[in-house]
């Protein structure tokens, strides 16, 4: 059974750099044609994808937030990375990452989620 684990601090002071871990254990990262993503919800808002690294490593961002988001792997620890820079209280958010199915587009495993709130 593939598990996903968010980790990392719940608040963040604003324009400082929001970095959080994705642990996953049942399967590895570098399974072909699966893609290793991040997404949020606002309070009160939808989800919001947020960016996707592949099997191979490649990345992919949204383009809204492109400029501030990295997105990275290690693949000894099973683990990926989202730092998200310069954050405002707009960024307070539940984070989610999950798992993407190449072969179908479909989320099939996520982590609970973890809340960030952005503030002084």
């Known amino acids: 059974q593939v598990q996903l684990q968010e980790s990392g601090p719940g608040l963040v002071k604003p324009s400082q750099t929001l970095s959080l871990t994705c642990t996953v254990s049942g399967g590895s990262i570098t399974t072909n044609t699966l893609y290793w993503t991040w997404i949020r919800q606002p309070p009160g808002k939808g989800l919001e994808w947020m960016g996707a690294?592949?099997?191979?490593?490649?990345?992919d961002y949204s383009p809204s937030l492109k400029s501030r988001t990295s997105i990275s792997r290690d693949t000894s620890k099973n683990q990926f990375t989202l730092q998200l820079t310069s954050v405002t209280p707009e960024d307070t958010a539940v984070y989610f990452c999950?798992?993407?199915?190449?072969?179908?587009?479909?989320?099939?495993?996520w982590g609970q989620g973890t809340q960030v709130t952005v503030s002084s």
């Open positions: 690294i592949s099997d191979t490593g490649s990345t």
């Open positions: 999950a798992r993407e199915d190449g072969s179908n587009w479909f989320f099939d495993y």
